[in-house]
Structure formats: C-alpha cells, structure tokens
C-alpha cells in the first residue's frame, strides 16, 4: 500500500511557476513509476509527465507542458516533484500525482488506468 499526499498548489500569475511535491509513505518509493496527471473543470483526468523508478532523463511529457514542466524524483526523499514554469491559464485544474509498479515502456504511463495509487490533489490556478 502506497499514499500519496501532494503539495505546492495555489494561485500564480500567467508567466509565474510553481513546484508541486508529491510525498509518498513506505518503504519502496523506489519500485514505482510516478505520474502527474491534471483535470480542469468538465474535463477528463490527462496526463501531464511521468518518471520512471529510477528518474534521471527517463521522463516523458505531455506536448502542451514540453519544455516549461520538469518531473523528477528524489527516491531519498521518497517525494516526487513536478516544476512548472511560464504557466498559462490553460495550465489550470487539480493536479494529482499516481503510482504504478509497471516497468517503464510502451507509454503506458500517459493513461491513468495502470497507475494502482492516487493522491487527493493539489489546486493550481493561473490567473491571466
């Protein structure tokens, strides 16, 4: 059993950034692959980046959040990390975080049903 609680949330200007922080209890952060995913009101959960267990340049993204959102991970720290950077009003919705202990490959990850462990969610606003 893994939980997941997020943090970092809140209201930013267009242009302004963020870092959420996804904490995860127990001892075997390591064997699991981590997710962001968001949803915006009327909208369906998408996936926003991803990492695999042992992070580094493993990471895949979404096209939308490409070069302004950094995932990565301090298996350390048992903690996930998602930087966002030149945020835009569409950026806007809850951000959770997932688990799932499939090995990395075949973009599994951009779908939210393999991830076996959510977080409650973290509310990011950008305001124009």
């Known amino acids: 059993q893994v939980q997941l609680v997020e943090s970092g949330g809140g209201l930013v200007q267009a242009g302004g950034s963020l870092r959420l922080s996804c904490e995860a209890s127990?001892?075997?952060?390591?064997?699991?692959?981590m997710g962001w995913f968001r949803q915006a009101p009327g909208k369906e959960r998408e996936f926003v980046a991803a990492?695999?267990?042992?992070?580094?340049?493993?990471?895949s993204y979404a096209e939308p959040v490409k070069v302004r959102f950094t995932i990565s991970r301090d298996n350390g720290k048992n903690t996930v990390y998602l930087q966002m950077n030149s945020l835009k009003p569409e950026d806007t919705g809850v951000y959770y975080c997932?688990?799932?202990?499939?090995?990395?490959?075949?973009?599994?990850?951009?779908?939210?049903?393999?991830?076996?462990?959510w977080g409650q969610g973290t509310q990011v606003t950008v305001s124009s």
């Open positions: 997932a688990a799932s202990s499939r090995p990395w490959g075949s973009s599994w990850y951009k779908e939210p049903e393999p991830f076996d462990y």
């Open positions: 127990g001892r075997t952060f390591s064997r699991y692959a």
């Open positions: 990492v695999s267990r042992s992070g580094g340049s493993t990471t």
